[in-house]
């Protein structure tokens, strides 16, 4: 089982609660589409537990890109014990930005700050991720991702979404435990 990252605050360390969200990146909509309902069923619960054991509430799956199929827009979110998973099937981080500004807009919001802007990306999840587990090469970024790319911690695990197992989310909040680093330098 992943280790919760403690430090102690008055020292501007991370305690067990600063794996708050987890974003899991990778494969493609035709990929999530050919896994059938009980491997996603499977793979639902055994990550979400994980990251629930890991400290995270709030864990995220979303398509590394679009691939050849773009009609899949369905957003699921699940409870799961200590830990609500969200599906967001959205494949393109500038259709995500664009709607949530949209929605800022048709609610009413007179004056969009970066706040308000992050809570209608996040939705329902009340934080931004700490950390993005990215499926794929550590040299290319995920098009799925335009805002996270800001403030969160990236690990890359060199496997495909049809590999995706617990022990890869495992892997990469334990190399999120050893860091020594909060939105700064490197120690």
Not at 6 to 21: A, F, Q, Y
Not at 71 to 95: K, S
Not at 99 to 111: K, P, S, T, Y
Request: negative net charge.
């Amino acid at each position: 089982m992943a280790k919760k990252r403690l430090r102690n605050e008055e020292l501007g360390e991370v305690d067990e609660s600063s794996l708050r969200h987890v974003l899991v990146v990778g494969g493609t909509l035709d990929e999530w589409q050919a896994l059938s309902e009980a491997q996603w069923t499977q793979r639902r619960h055994e990550l979400s537990a994980i990251a629930s054991g890991a400290g995270a509430s709030w864990l995220t799956l979303r398509p590394y890109e679009r691939g050849t199929n773009a009609a899949i827009t369905t957003r699921i979110v699940e409870d799961h014990p200590g830990c609500t998973l969200i599906v967001d099937w959205c494949a393109d981080g500038r259709d995500r930005l664009l709607a949530a500004i949209e929605q800022l807009r048709v609610g009413g919001h007179g004056h969009v700050d970066e706040a308000a802007l992050a809570a209608a990306l996040m939705a329902p999840a009340p934080c931004e991720p700490d950390l993005t587990v990215v499926l794929g090469p550590s040299d290319r970024l995920p098009p799925s991702l335009v805002w996270e790319l800001s403030y969160c911690e990236l690990v890359f695990i060199d496997a495909a979404w049809d590999e995706l197992a617990g022990p890869h989310l495992e892997h990469a909040i334990n190399e999120y435990a050893l860091r020594h680093r909060r939105f700064g330098g490197i120690t």
